[in-house]
T-cell receptor, first 113, second 116 residues
Framework: QQQVKQSPQSLIVQKGGISIINCAYE??????FPWYQQFPGKGPALLIA?????SEKKEGRFTISFNKSAKQFSLHIMDSQPGDSATYFC????????????FGIGTKLQVIP | GAVVSQHPSWVICKSGTSVKIECRSL??????MFWYRQFPKQSLMLMAT?????????EQGVEKDKFLINHASLTLSTLTVTSAHPEDSSFYIC????????????FGPGTRLLVL
């Protein structure tokens, strides 16, 4: 059972464009939603995270939008750059650093010049 | 931010041998660490939760005797793949929650295992 559904699985965006990745979750016990960026051959790195008590969080060019009633959240990458080309994973977890993380399937983003 | 290291970064071994992978928290203590497995172009699948001073908790379907986990200290967890077979070839990644900011998990760089 896939608890965190992510789409699309691959995405090609032109440089300067907006990249949008969507995720949906089922378990209402989740209350922490991080996004991770992974480059080939490397471990994932935390990009940005949100709690369900806010509807939007922005850090630089990266924005998370959160819709608690729909149990959906999305990542927007503004002014996408070739250096943003990586695989992005949405994730969900119960509150508390020691809780295990459930990952989405991943989205491979390619930003073309 | 906190740093998690893994050693080795890649390893090639013969079928039937055992391989040990180390996961270290370099500048913080971690009573809990997580071990993941990632196949090419796939997501991370949690294998087990490593607990310092006690037995690891394995996810459903993960063979405990196949993947031995030892969390001997507050900064070191090891994963031993016993009697490795080609189907064990994968990318193994560990993570640890930071203490200063407990909502964040820090991931290691991963270990690529190839079993011939």
């Amino acid at each position: 059972q896939q608890q965190v559904k992510q789409s699309p699985q691959s995405l090609i965006v032109q440089k300067g464009g907006i990249s949008i990745i969507n995720c949906a979750y089922e378990n209402t016990a989740f209350d922490y939603f991080p996004w991770y960026q992974q480059f080939p051959g490397k471990g994932p790195a935390l990009l940005i995270a949100i709690r369900p008590d806010v509807s939007e969080k922005k850090e630089g060019r990266f924005t998370i939008s959160f819709n608690k009633s729909a149990k959906q959240f999305s990542l927007h990458i503004m002014d996408s750059q070739p250096g943003d080309s990586a695989t992005y994973f949405c994730a969900a977890r119960r509150s508390g650093g020691y809780q295990k993380v459930t990952f989405g399937i991943g989205t491979k983003l390619q930003v073309i010049p | 931010g906190a740093v998690v290291s893994q050693h080795p970064s890649w390893v090639i071994c013969k079928s039937g041998t055992s391989v040990k992978i180390e996961c270290r928290s370099l500048d913080f203590q971690a009573t809990t660490m997580f071990w993941y497995r990632q196949f090419p172009k796939q997501s991370l699948m949690l294998m087990a939760t490593s607990n310092e001073g006690s037995k690891a908790t394995y996810e459903q379907g993960v063979e405990k005797d196949k993947f031995l986990i030892n969390h001997a200290s507050l900064t070191l967890s090891t994963l031993t793949v016993t009697s490795a077979h080609p189907e064990d070839s994968s990318f193994y990644i560990c993570s640890a929650p930071g203490l200063a900011e407990q909502e964040t998990q820090y991931f290691g760089p991963g270990t690529r295992l190839l079993v011939l």
